[in-house]
């Protein structure tokens, strides 16, 4: 199973809304990646998460808040968005050396904040 | 620091002909390098990647790839153009040390011409 999912694949919510963003994987992979995508743009890394500990956060506002509650999951909570934060929402994951390990992507959830 | 250049940011080529797509990295050191595809509406899927060793790497569905440290460039090719290959298509590159992220060039789109 080489397989990572995202739920929901759309999402539409307002500013005042708290949302989560679900991503998981059965690959036995202790690596986690958020990344966002904006239309006709490369993806941007958001968070890495390292056997389940947050590595990297590439300075993502506090209205994202990643959560990683076991080996398989990764969550995004999501709170007082604002209409730029619209995008693609990727999730990957792979063996915690990316130039050794291929990352898996996830289809993405697409964001949309009215 | 580390960054990676497409250029041409769509390219059209005929069904049969050859596909090149170009990729030029600005490293310090000689970074890790791979080339992802983006189906519309889908995550990223690896086609190559180079660490170390042979220049030439082949990848998925025909593609190849030159790694070549005096032009440092990690141009795309493959010899036969498919409709199935129309996508868009990203560069990225990863320190070979430290950080387990990846770093994505602006993409081409191909499109690929009956």
């Known amino acids: 199973d080489t397989e990572v999912t995202q739920t929901p694949k759309h999402l539409v919510m307002g500013m005042t809304n708290k949302k989560s963003l679900k991503c998981e994987q059965h690959m036995g992979h202790r690596a986690m990646y958020w990344y966002k995508q904006k239309a006709k743009k490369p993806p941007e890394l958001m968070f890495v998460y390292s056997y389940e500990k947050l590595s990297i956060n590439e300075s993502v506002p506090s209205r994202f808040s990643p959560e990683c509650p076991n080996s398989s999951l990764l969550n995004l909570h999501l709170h007082a968005l604002q209409p730029e934060d619209s995008a693609l929402y990727l999730c990957a994951s792979s063996q915690p050396q990316v130039a050794l390990y291929e990352q898996y992507f996830g289809p993405g959830t697409r964001l949309t904040v009215t | 620091a580390q960054s990676v250049t497409q250029l041409g940011s769509h390219v059209s080529v005929s069904e049969g002909a050859l596909v090149l797509l170009r990729c030029n990295y600005s490293s310090s050191v000689p970074p890790y390098l791979f080339w992802y595809v983006q189906y519309p509406n889908q995550g990223l899927q690896l086609l190559l990647k180079y660490t170390t060793g042979a220049t030439l790497v082949k990848g998925i569905n025909g593609f190849e790839a030159e790694f070549k440290k005096s032009e440092t460039s990690f141009h795309l090719t493959k010899p036969s153009a498919h409709m199935s290959d129309a996508a868009e298509y990203f560069c990225?590159?990863?320190?070979?040390?430290?950080?387990?992220?990846?770093?994505f060039g602006t993409g081409t789109r191909l499109t690929v011409i009956p």
């Open positions: 990225a590159v990863s320190r070979r040390r430290g950080a387990n992220n990846l770093f």
